[in-house]
């Protein structure tokens, strides 16, 4: 009988991890390297870019990413010391203040480094790529919209706004 109930048990246990694994996915949605790689492929293809386009652009990409996960890095250090502040029994409110400033300077600077990336990748392509490449991702992908709104697909008008939570 305890035999029967601790394989139950653990057979639960593993469709329920399988099914949480399904649900959440690699780093909860948000998709892997190698799925990022391969739409950047896509849009190469379908921009037709050179060799020379190819590693311009890859050069930049990698840049960019490295670029903006320092500053995220720097980013989340300041919220957490932000949150200590906070929970402190004395509140100091220039400390506070000092760190929301700090924050407000991170996210300002990764909002910049955004526009600056397509700006840059603009001046590497062609009028003609960059017709493709604005219809295909539009300028939603700046992360310009209302901040905790969500365009799925490929950013193109009247594909469904929702509420990213």
């Keep these: 009988m305890k035999v029967k109930i601790a394989l139950s048990l653990l057979a639960l246990i593993l469709i329920a991890s399988a099914s949480f694994a399904q ?21 190469y293809d379908e921009l037709k870019l050179t060799d020379e386009q190819k590693t311009k652009l890859q050069n930049l990409f990698f840049e960019f990413r490295k670029t903006q996960v320092d500053i995220a890095g720097k980013l989340n250090k300041a919220r957490i010391e932000l949150r200590e502040l906070l929970s402190a029994e004395k509140i100091d409110k220039s400390a506070i203040d000092k760190k929301v400033n700090e924050i407000s300077d991170y996210v300002r600077e990764l909002s910049k480094n955004k526009v600056n990336h397509w700006l840059n990748v603009q001046q590497v392509l062609t009028p003609e790529q960059r017709k493709i490449l604005r219809e295909r991702i539009g300028y939603l992908d700046l992360g310009l919209r209302p901040y905790g709104w969500n365009m799925p697909g490929w950013g193109k008008p009247g594909r469904g706004l929702r509420r990213c939570w």
């Excluded at 649900?23 to 849009?43: H, K, N, V, Y």
Aim: charged share 25%.
């Design 23 to 43: 649900i959440f996915g690699p780093r909860f949605g948000i998709p892997p390297d190698d799925a990022w790689q391969r739409g950047i492929t896509r849009l």
